[in-house]
């Protein structure tokens, strides 16, 4: 493993969009598993600049969200579904058959984990995976906890993650999470 030290925002931002790039370059079908948030926005502005230069590095390229806001719908400006769209899928051209995602809003959100758990099984595994660490430790929506799921998940929110700045743009308030598990990250 190499530990880099970088000094700034945006030499972090360049740093995790150039490793992306590489690997894309090594891997055109790169499964990419893409957090929401202030820590990633840096990283995916220069990968839609990349893209404008190298739009054929990523046609194969797919996508996976690592998270979602339960219990609203998908539409809310606050989703991290309407973040990614935004964000990375639409500047990078990344089509539905290469995006495995959640839907915020399911009928039977248990079975929504499976389903996208079912789904990373057969297209994985995750080949690079953007994360940050939330204000109170979380990595996705996996709350800090004397033991954590090792796969796809509800999760409870803490008081202090439905306090993010995204939970303040949505319409609603989630009342759960759905979020990838720490043995999949």
């Given at each position: 493993m190499?530990?880099?030290?970088?000094?700034?925002?945006?030499?972090?931002?360049?740093?995790?969009?150039?490793?992306?790039?590489?690997?894309?370059?090594i891997n055109n079908k790169l499964l990419l598993c893409a957090a929401?948030?202030?820590?990633?926005?840096?990283?995916?502005?220069?990968?839609?600049?990349?893209?404008d230069k190298r739009p054929a590095l990523f046609d194969a390229m797919r996508v996976l969200k690592l998270d979602e806001w339960g219990g609203i719908p998908m539409e809310d400006p606050g989703t991290c579904e309407t973040y990614l769209q935004a964000r990375l899928l639409s500047p990078l051209r990344i089509?539905?058959?290469r995006y495995l995602s959640f839907h915020s809003d399911a009928a039977d959100p248990e079975e929504?984990?499976?389903?996208?758990?079912?789904?990373?099984e057969k297209a994985g595994p995750i080949d690079?995976?953007?994360?940050?660490l939330g204000l109170n430790g979380h990595i996705g929506l996996n709350e800090p906890a004397g033991s954590l799921q090792p796969d796809f998940h509800l999760a409870q929110l803490s008081e202090g993650t439905l306090g993010h700045s995204m939970v303040a743009a949505m319409n609603r308030r989630p009342s759960?999470?759905?979020?990838l598990g720490m043995a999949d990250i």
């Open positions: 190499k530990i880099s030290v970088l000094d700034s925002y945006e030499a972090i931002s360049r740093e995790a969009a150039s490793i992306i790039t590489r690997q894309l370059e929401t948030g202030n820590t990633p926005s840096g990283t995916y502005e220069r990968l839609a600049q990349e893209y089509t539905s058959d929504e984990c499976k389903r996208v758990q079912k789904k990373l690079c995976c953007m994360l940050g759960y999470g759905l979020t």
